[in-house]
């Protein structure tokens, strides 16, 4: 019954529909990721997605996702040129796709543009390619891996020096989880670090809120 049983149920989905597949039902596709973008906080007000969208929006990106697939990725090719381009490619490309013009209630226009922690959350939850660059995360990558929290190569390379570094990556273990399908899947370097820093970030946040004295 925990949030992370929607990360579970999307990856899950996208795993067991790919290319043609994935297109026969765009619309259950669009729902699922929505659901799982919804349970993670994407779909806020303040993003302006859930003012001015609904889950069909998302069907551009169903489509592209139906032909590029990143599930063969994991942190341990981080030192691969070719695969690290693939994965700025697809994050350039889903910036373009998830963004859009809008007019407010005063009728101004506006520019949508998906945040890093958007972006990355999609590519999580499909591919599990990469962990997702929200704010605990960011700040565990800027007080322990002394990286900026910016999507590109150089940070995805110094994420797997860090954990291969600390002798993690070899302690890391592809637990298994399975879906009402029946269908069994292994949890990916990636999503075990998205969890394991997230964590951590959260830790080195409330130690430094403590030393504010700041209330929680």
């Not at 973008?37 to 889950?55: E, F």
């Not at 499909?126 to 322990?144: I, M, N, Q, W």
Request: net charge positive; hydrophobic share 35%.
């Amino acid at each position: 019954d925990c949030r992370s049983a929607s990360f579970d149920m999307c990856y899950g989905y996208f795993q067991t529909h790919k290319r043609e597949n994935l297109k026969k039902d765009i619309e259950r596709a669009c729902l699922v990721l929505w659901s799982y973008l919804a349970s993670y906080g994407m779909l806020r007000s303040s993003n302006k997605v859930v003012l001015y969208k609904n889950p069909f929006y998302l069907k551009s990106l169903i489509e592209y996702i139906a032909e590029n697939d990143l599930s063969d990725i994991d942190v341990s090719d981080y030192d691969d040129a070719s695969k690290l381009k693939r994965i700025i490619s697809t994050y350039e490309d889903m910036s373009k796709k998830l963004g859009f013009n809008y007019k407010d209630e005063m009728g101004k226009d506006h520019e949508f543009k998906p945040s890093i922690t958007f972006i990355t959350k999609v590519m999580l939850g499909v591919y599990s390619c990469v962990p997702a660059f929200d704010t605990f995360f960011c700040g565990f990558l800027k007080k322990e891996v002394n990286v900026n929290c910016v999507f590109c190569e150089e940070t995805l390379r110094s994420i797997k020096q860090y954990f291969v570094g600390i002798n993690v990556m070899s302690g890391l273990v592809t637990d298994a989880f399975e879906l009402a399908n029946n269908k069994v899947f292994r949890l990916k370097f990636a999503r075990q670090i998205d969890m394991y820093g997230w964590e951590r970030g959260k830790e080195l946040w409330e130690k430094e809120v403590k030393k504010k004295n700041i209330k929680i």
